[in-house]
């Protein structure tokens, strides 16, 4: 199968669709504890985006926000059902991490589920590793926050 990549910003239409699937995804998944999240998760400021497409249907997406000078957040990570397992989400993640690289941030910092293995997994295989919980995330024992130095990001594909 053939893949396309494109980068964009917050405002790509196809990112604004792709994030409200995410938030629904989310919501079945942890009903009204999701919606506390969305509020972590707004899209009204500057994101670096990576939009993965098939044909002309966009199937995923990945991005970040600065968070200071050295530091970025991986946010927004998400790839349809039937196109997982393809490597897309780990082709989405080195090329943000490159541009944030070449940008000269240092970290990638980002939060997930302690509910959620398989995140959990995906991002531990790209060599993040288990911080201390950052703000907003602080005092919620549901969420695990993982970073890594950007140093050590591999080639890409």
């Not at 530091?71 to 090329?95: A, C, D, N």
């Not at 690289?101 to 970290?107: A, P, S, T, V």
């Not at 997994?121 to 703000?135: C, E, G, R, S």
Request: proline share 1%.
């Amino acid at each position: 199968m053939s893949f396309k990549f494109l980068y964009t910003d917050e405002k790509s239409e196809d990112f604004i669709n792709l994030t409200e699937k995410i938030n629904k995804y989310y919501l079945s998944l942890f009903g009204d504890q999701a919606i506390e999240y969305q509020n972590y998760n707004q899209i009204n400021e500057k994101h670096y985006v990576c939009l993965v497409y098939k044909n002309s249907l966009a199937i995923g997406c990945g991005s970040f926000k600065i968070i200071d000078s050295e530091t970025v957040e991986m946010k927004r990570f998400f790839i349809e059902e039937k196109y997982r397992s393809q490597k897309l989400g780990s082709k989405v993640m080195k090329k943000l991490e490159k541009i944030a690289k070449d940008k000269g941030y240092k970290k990638s910092i980002l939060s997930t589920g302690t509910d959620m293995p398989k995140s959990i997994n995906f991002y531990k295989k790209l060599n993040y590793k288990v911080i201390k919980n950052y703000y907003p995330y602080i005092n919620y024992e549901e969420d695990l926050c993982l970073g890594k130095d950007l140093w050590i990001c591999s080639t890409l594909e």
